[in-house]
Structures are given as structure tokens and as C-alpha cells.
């Protein structure tokens, strides 16, 4: 294995054939007899390979099953031109769990033949004509430890201890995970599964000198060991082969572990977490409330049940702080179900009572969300889960709200970190003597407690900046904030450098502080272990992030005005004014009720056969002159009184007017009649003969179906 292929790639059989099964004659292709789950829910034609081409492509799960819903093999061999870690995929909140979900370790069905017949999983017939009753061959033995013959060359004895001891005594957080006494006894009579010791030498490899010297680059010193555990706990179309144990659980997040280290990426995604979360949920039952007694002193397998119970629990509670990590530096949503968990699922025991077991009697039962007791035995793991989600939840306030809605979010999670301070006990409270104390511990392997108490007092300063940054009141550097962090660096010495501790510490000061000098010379200590510069990638991310919040905010500006703009069209068609050339000559207001910008229906005087039907059409005088003169399609209908003049000298108020007055809905008091002229009433009188001579009226009396003109009249 070469020290610098990319870390996703899995071990092959040398002797990979290539499947006749479905080959009828050698020249003409058969129809497959199994499509992939994906290709078959959307009727695709598939080709048959673990990952087939529309799943590999697409970036789907690929996976075989049968009508009973049990994994089977694909139909043909994996297709040795794609990377098999396209096989390896894990299930987001969207997508549809894989087959390993809840009992995911059951191991996979060989995909070659075996003992020379090779059976086919759709008619479960074998193809030397054996009968479908006869038993099939036996499957692939689960893999718990190296199997019998199995030789590394990677891991020789020399190797093996130098790079446990370095994974003890310097990966943290990953190596709370694991109970070393039990590990380092079950290693000397070799009960460790091959895997997950692979797994803890992949991590340990950059920080060990004969190792990394070997490698490109010190970081990349543990890619051989991360391929040869994947090799061992997945088959070729990506399918845990491991059984569903704590070892297991653990071997997958340490593979997320060197992933993260490796590519130093918190925005990539997590596939391993989410396998060992399916592996902790469904088959560990890391949910199921657990405040059972501990087991006497001397009850053995009580004991050995308590550790492993503590390690499931562990496993967990650091998938969570990664994802909390993830958020407050790079904004990766936290899944639902976590935060579900996190609710659930207890919290890590001090770390002096995980270690000595028999001292289970004084363990203390916490949750995140419940008060922390202020005891000798309060976890340290279990605070520093608690300023982890007090940090993320500032970060999503400065992340998702602006102005007064910030404020008064930031005031009430002010008490929060108020009362984490003083949830703290006395030894695990900020001090230079309990600093000290905490120090010794990094000379020995138990060190655990030691590296989460420099941590939580490490992201207390970055929190309180955040909430300060919240409040508007951040505007010179804070000098205790310098300080504490340069005495958490001085006295953790390396420790600090070599874990995450110190990215995260450098990544949240250089946003408030730049320009200290000290932080370049801490920045320079980190990149000479790992090789990048946590400042640079920081500032970098938020240059990015600066500019995809301009850009978010002028495409919103954009949709606005194109909204406004397209509502004022719409209101100016809706409320333009008509042609002057339209209007009444008579300068009659139009009725209240008339629709702006369209035209009546002209009134021929025939509409329901009632004359009334006129108020009910809600059109004013105007509009029907206008539409009788202007509409070609207009029928033929009697002349407009106001047309031919015979209105002009009437004293009382246009028929429109009135209709207006009468639909208006303001009611008016009516004006005072006026008494007309003796002129007048002479031209009322002539112009009343001449219409009644017009219109065949005969001593006042209308034709038959006229009678409203002599009302009129």
C-alpha cells in the first residue's frame, strides 16, 4: 500500500472474474434477473454491478434486495473501474436507509461462486442443476477478530505497542472512547478485533516519528492502516461485514476521526457516524434509559456490561461533539434526531470512575439538559458537552437573526453560560492551582480528564465573545480572554497541538483578535503537526461565507423590487384613466360602482323585460352612451335622451347621477329643489310635445309595451 493513495479506497481480490451466469451462447447479453432497489423503484435499466452506473453517478445507495426485503448479492462483480468507497454511503435525513440500518452488521452474501457453484438469487437455483431444496453453501463468517491465518504485515509487535501508547497517550478526544485497561488486557491475549486495533494505530501514526517519517506528509502516515480496516470490515460492494458491537461502533468512529484528520475537512460528510449511530440506535439501543444500579465490586460480568454500556454511550456523545464543532466553525446543520438523542441518551461518567471500574458505586447519573451536580464525580466530558451546545446555540442567534430579535435572544442565553459557570465544581473551576493539577495528569496516560477540563476553559472565552459580538458591546480586544487561552496552550503544551482543542481555540479568537502576534506564533506550532494554518483557512471560509450573504441579500433586493414593480403594473391597469375622447359629454360623474378601465353593456332597453334591470347592471349613463357610440357589435336601439339634447335644459339631476347617489355608500341628504322659470316651463312643456310627437305618444298615453316613456315624460 503506498503512503499516498486517497484514503477511500478498499482492498480487491486479486482474482476478480468476471460473472457467465447471465451470458446465454457467450455473444448475446440475457436480461438481468435483479435490478438494484434504486434502478428498479425508477423502472431504469440497470447493469447489475455493487455500485451499478445510474447509482454511482447519482451518488445513491446501491444496494440488492430481495422480495423478502434480505440483502443479496448484485448480479454481476463490482466494476473494477469505480472507487468501491462509492459503495460505501450513508443515509441522509432524506434518503432511504440503507439495508444495515437498525441490525446493520449483518454480514453480507459472498458475491463470487463457491465450491465451484454459483447460484442464482432470483430462482434460487444453483447452475449445476442442484435442486432449489438442497441447502446453499455457507455463508461469510462474521468478522469480530482477525480471522484464523490472517497476518498484517503493517502491525508488528514493535509497531503495535509504540502506536497504542501514543493513541493513549495523545488523541483526544477519540481515545475516551475506549476502557484502556480492558483494551490493553484483551490486546495482550489478543481478544482486540484486527480492525479496530487498525483503527487505533491509523490515528496514532502522524504523532509517532518512526512512522510518520515514512509518509508524504505526517498526517497521511495513517491512510495504510484506515484502508486495511476498511478492507476488513466491508466487502466489495460496501456492506458491513462486522457484527453490530461496541467494537464495531468504535472502529467506525475512529475511521471518521482520521478522515477529519487526514483531509482536515469538518464540512465533508460524516458516513462513518452515521453508520455507527445506525449501529448505536438499532442494534446497541444507546436510547433505552439506563439508571440501573451499578454492579457490585464483585460481579465481573456486571462489570464488564458497565464498561460497554459507558463505551456505547461514549461513542455517541463524540459523533455529537464533532457535529456541534461542525456547526459553530462551518454552519453544518445538526440533524433532528440527534438533537432528539441528546435528550435521551445519559451523559459520560467522570473519567476516574471509567477507568477504575469496581468504583462504579459512585458514578453520577447527568443529562445535558438537566443541572450538572456539583460533586467530586461531575463529568468533565459531560461539561464540556454543555459550553459545546451553549456555543452552538450563540452561534445559530449570530447566524439566523439581525437587530432587536438578536438582542433579545442573546439576553436570554446570557444567564445559560452564567450558570454553567457556576455549575462547576471546585476542582473543575478555572484556577492556576486546579490548571496545575490537571497538568500532571498530561505526564501519565490518564489524561482524558485533564484534556476536557484545558477544553471546556478553552471554548468559555470564544463563547463569551460570541455573546458579547451578539450584544454589540465587543469593540477592544479583552485582555483575560489572552491570557487564559495563552495558559491553556503553554500548560498543555503539545497535547493542545495535536488535537482539535487548538484549532478550535485558534479558529474562534483570530475573528476577534487578528492582529494579536500571539496567535500567529500558535497558528505556526499547529501547521508544523498538520500541515495548514487554521487562521488562514478561517479567515478564507469567512471571506466566502461574507460574500454568499452579499450575494443571498441582492438576489432578495432583486426579487423585491421585481415584486413591487409588478404590483404597481398591476395596479396601474386596474386604476388607469379612460379615454377623454370616452367620457360623457354632459361631464356626468360615472356610478360608484362602475368597473375602472371597461366598458357596459349598452342597455337596450330589453334586459329581463323590466326597466329596473338597469340598477342591477351597475353601469352609469355615461358608459352606456359611450359603449352605444363606440362598440361596432353594439345592437340598434332607441336614441339616448341625452344625445339628442332633450336633457340639456331639464333642471333636475342626469338618471346617472341619481343611480350614483342612490348606490353610493355614503348617504347624502338631497339637495333643495329648485323652482324653474316661467321660461323653462315653457321649453319643458315644447320639448315634452315634440318627444311625445316622436315617439307615437298620443294624449300622454304610450304605445303598448312603452308605458316608462310616458312616466318619463
Not at 498484517?152 to 483526544?172: I, R
Not at 471518521?256 to 484528520?261: C, N, P, S, Y
Not at 464543532?325 to 461518567?349: F, H, N
Not at 447519573?365 to 464525580?377: D, F, N, V
Amino acid at each position: 500500500l503506498s503512503f499516498s493513495s486517497p484514503p477511500g479506497h478498499l482492498r480487491r481480490p486479486e482474482n476478480d472474474h468476471i460473472s457467465v451466469a447471465f451470458v446465454k451462447g457467450g455473444a448475446k447479453r440475457k436480461r438481468l434477473s435483479k435490478a438494484c432497489d434504486a434502478c428498479h423503484k425508477s423502472k431504469r435499466r440497470c447493469d447489475g454491478t455493487a455500485p451499478c452506473s445510474n447509482c454511482y453517478y447519482a451518488s445513491k445507495n446501491c444496494t440488492y434486495t430481495d422480495a423478502a426485503g434480505r440483502p443479496v448479492p448484485a448480479p454481476r462483480n463490482t466494476n473494477p473501474e469505480r472507487p468501491i468507497t462509492a459503495a460505501i454511503t450513508t443515509s441522509s435525513p432524506t434518503s432511504e436507509p440503507p439495508p444495515w440500518a437498525g441490525q446493520a452488521t449483518t454480514a453480507a452474501p459472498p458475491t463470487g461462486p463457491q465450491n465451484g457453484i454459483e447460484r442464482d438469487p432470483a430462482t434460487k437455483r444453483s447452475r449445476r442443476g442442484q435442486p432449489a431444496g438442497a441447502p446453499s453453501p455457507p455463508s461469510a463468517p462474521k468478522v469480530d477478530v482477525a480471522p484464523e491465518g490472517y497476518s498484517c504485515s503493517l502491525l508488528d509487535p514493535a509497531t503495535t505497542h509504540e502506536l497504542v501508547n501514543v493513541f493513549f497517550a495523545h488523541c483526544n478526544p477519540q481515545r475516551m472512547i475506549i476502557h484502556k485497561p480492558s483494551f490493553s488486557a484483551n490486546l495482550s491475549l489478543n481478544k482486540v478485533p484486527m480492525y479496530l486495533v487498525l483503527a487505533v494505530c491509523a490515528l496514532a501514526a502522524p504523532l509517532s516519528k518512526t512512522v510518520a517519517g515514512k509518509a508524504t506528509h505526517p498526517r497521511l502516515a495513517g491512510v495504510p492502516y484506515f484502508q486495511e480496516a476498511l478492507s476488513l470490515m466491508f466487502d466489495n460492494s460496501g456492506r458491513l461485514l462486522c457484527e453490530p458491537t461496541v467494537s464495531t461502533a468504535q472502529a467506525l468512529c475512529l475511521l471518521e476521526m482520521h478522515e477529519v484528520a487526514a483531509s482536515h475537512s469538518w464540512t465533508r460528510h460524516f458516513r462513518y457516524f452515521e453508520l455507527a449511530l445506525q449501529v448505536l440506535e438499532g442494534s446497541l439501543q444507546v436510547q433505552r434509559s439506563d439508571d440501573t444500579p451499578p454492579p457490585s465490586p464483585t460481579d465481573q460480568e456486571g462489570l464488564i456490561d458497565f464498561i460497554d454500556h459507558e463505551c456505547t454511550r461514549r461513542c455517541f456523545w463524540l459523533i455529537q461533539t464533532l457535529a456541534w464543532i461542525s456547526y459553530i466553525y462551518t454552519r453544518k446543520p445538526i440533524r433532528p434526531r440527534m438533537a432528539e438523542l441528546a435528550d435521551q441518551v445519559r451523559l459520560p461518567i467522570d473519567e476516574t470512575t471509567f477507568e477504575l471500574a469496581v468504583l462504579s458505586g459512585s458514578a453520577t447519573s447527568e443529562y445535558l439538559r438537566r443541572p450538572a451536580p456539583r460533586t467530586r464525580y461531575a463529568s468533565q466530558f459531560g461539561h464540556m458537552c454543555r459550553i459545546l451546545e451553549l456555543y452552538t446555540n450563540v452561534e445559530a442567534i449570530l447566524a439566523s437573526k439581525e437587530g432587536p430579535d438578536r438582542l433579545a435572544a442573546i439576553a436570554a442565553v446570557r444567564p445559560s453560560l452564567d450558570a454553567w459557570v457556576e455549575s462547576l465544581p471546585g476542582h473543575l473551576q478555572f484556577t492556576e492551582e486546579n490548571l496545575e493539577t490537571q497538568v500532571a495528569m498530561f505526564e501519565t496516560s490518564s489524561n482524558s480528564g485533564a484534556w476536557c477540563y484545558c477544553f471546556m476553559h478553552a471554548m468559555y472565552p470564544c463563547c463569551y465573545l460570541a455573546i458579547l459580538e451578539g450584544e454589540g458591546t465587543l469593540s477592544e480586544p479583552i485582555p483575560w480572554v489572552r491570557e487564559r487561552l495563552n495558559m491553556i496552550f503553554a500548560a498543555a503544551g503539545t497535547r493542545a497541538k495535536n488535537s482539535i482543542l487548538s484549532a478550535c481555540a485558534l479558529w474562534s479568537y483570530s475573528k476577534y483578535s487578528p492582529d494579536d502576534p500571539q496567535l500567529q506564533v500558535w497558528d505556526r506550532d499547529f501547521e508544523k503537526v498538520w500541515g495548514f494554518r487554521v487562521v488562514l483557512v478561517a479567515e478564507q471560509w469567512r471571506q466566502s461565507q461574507a460574500m454568499q450573504r452579499k450575494a443571498s441579500v441582492a438576489v432578495a433586493h432583486q426579487q423585491q423590487q421585481q415584486q413591487q414593480q409588478q404590483q404597481q403594473q398591476q395596479q396601474a391597469q386596474m386604476y388607469q384613466h379612460r379615454d377623454p375622447q370616452t367620457s360623457s359629454s354632459g361631464g356626468s360623474p360615472s356610478s360608484a360602482h362602475s368597473s375602472p378601465g371597461t366598458l357596459a353593456q349598452p342597455y337596450d332597453g330589453r334586459r329581463d323585460g323590466n326597466p329596473r334591470a338597469l340598477l342591477r347592471s351597475h353601469a352609469s349613463m355615461s358608459d352606456l352612451d359611450t359603449a352605444a357610440a363606440y362598440s361596432p357589435t353594439s345592437p340598434t336601439a332607441l336614441p339616448s335622451l341625452k344625445a339628442s339634447g332633450l336633457l340639456d335644459s331639464w333642471n333636475m339631476k342626469p338618471p346617472s347621477e341619481a343611480f350614483a347617489n342612490s348606490l353610493s355608500l355614503q348617504s347624502q341628504p338631497p339637495p333643495p329643489p329648485q323652482q324653474p322659470s316661467s321660461q323653462q316651463q315653457q321649453q319643458q312643456q315644447q320639448q315634452s310635445h315634440a318627444l311625445s310627437g316622436m315617439l307615437g305618444l298620443v294624449n300622454g298615453v304610450a304605445p303598448v309595451g312603452l308605458d316608462w316613456l310616458a312616466d318619463g315624460g
